[in-house]
Antibody
């Protein structure tokens, strides 16, 4: 079945970087975008951006430009999200999700990964 | 930028009640509006796409309607397993997404 499995929880100090992975299975990895969405404790969902694993192309929410890098490795069907210059308000659960690259399921995320908790604390 | 609002922010209803949540966009977004359910400690789950289309496998008590700036999400008969937070989400031609702030649904 179609599945996204994320890497485990991370604890980082302020100013550090974190890289979260999202491994896809059950579908052609290069045929779909991978998006990243975060959720701070007790808060709502915040969309961060997407990567097209076929081309390496990316697009980000304005807030995250210069702060986040999204990459992918098609040899192992895995997408990555790296967040730099971490602050305490980056503490959140980070989710990956799949959308189509065109037509069909273009505008929504299904399925989602299980989420990765990133804690930023000194 | 498109701004999405949802109302109410939370509600309590009895099992079997009809529950309605609204989502409003700051500009006309046609039908580019989806609904998700998120249970505590879990990833969101897609319920409705393109305003009114039920995702495969989702119970028929869930429905969506609307277009332009005003959208409605309805649970026709609330069940205990429907306790969750519900989010609307817009997408645009550049494949940029925006989520609404969410509506928390509880059992009275």
């Amino acid at each position: 079945q179609v599945q996204l499995v994320q890497s485990g929880a991370e604890v980082k100090k302020p100013g550090a970087s974190v890289k979260v992975s999202c491994k896809a299975s059950g579908y052609p990895f290069t045929g779909y975008y991978i998006h990243w969405v975060r959720q701070a404790p007790g808060q709502g969902l915040e969309w961060m951006g997407w990567i097209d694993p076929n081309t390496g192309g990316t697009n980000f929410a304005q807030k995250f430009r210069g702060k986040v890098t999204m990459t992918s490795d098609t040899s192992i069907n895995t997408a990555y999200m790296e967040l730099r210059r971490l602050r305490s308000d980056d503490t959140a659960v980070y989710f990956c999700g799949r959308s189509c690259s065109a037509g069909g399921c273009y505008g929504w995320l299904d399925p989602w990964g299980q989420g990765t908790l990133v804690t930023v604390s000194s | 930028d498109i701004q999405m609002t949802q109302s109410p922010s939370s509600l309590s209803a009895s099992v079997g009640d009809r529950v309605t949540i609204t989502c409003q966009a700051s500009h006309d977004i046609s039908y580019y509006l989806n609904w998700y359910q998120q249970k505590p400690g879990k990833a969101p789950k897609l319920l409705i796409y393109d305003a009114s289309n039920l995702q495969t496998g989702v119970p028929s008590r869930f429905s969506g309607s609307g277009s332009g700036t005003d959208f409605t999400f309805t649970i026709s008969s609330l069940q205990p397993e429907d306790i969750a937070t519900y989010y609307c989400q817009h997408y645009d031609d550049l494949h940029l997404f925006t989520f609404g702030p969410g509506t928390k649904v509880d059992i009275k």
